[in-house]
């Protein structure tokens, strides 16, 4: 019951996380403003048609292991993890 209980605050955690920005790139250059000149180029790579995240509710719908296949830096991949 802990883990499941763990995996809620977790979850809770992301999702007002994700809810504080207006935009995946606003997200972006919050969390990574020392990173801005590549936030352009991962945007434009996720809304690729063969991934398709053009929007904070697209990345709300990403299970774990979703995350960890996306073709952006580990940076990017671990603000999920918050």
Do not use: H, N
């Not at 883990?3 to 605050?9: A, L």
Request: proline letters at 6%; aromatic letters at 4%; hydrophobic letters at 40%.
């Amino acid at each position: 019951m802990l883990m499941f209980e763990d995996q809620q605050k977790k979850l809770r955690s992301t999702l007002s996380y994700l809810d504080a920005a207006a935009s995946l790139e606003q997200l972006l250059k919050a969390e990574l403003p020392d990173k801005e000149q590549f936030i352009s180029e991962w945007v434009k790579t996720l809304a690729s048609p063969s991934i398709c995240i053009t929007s904070l509710e697209d990345v709300k719908r990403l299970g774990a292991e979703d995350i960890s296949a996306l073709p952006v830096p580990p940076l990017v991949k671990g603000l999920s993890e918050r």
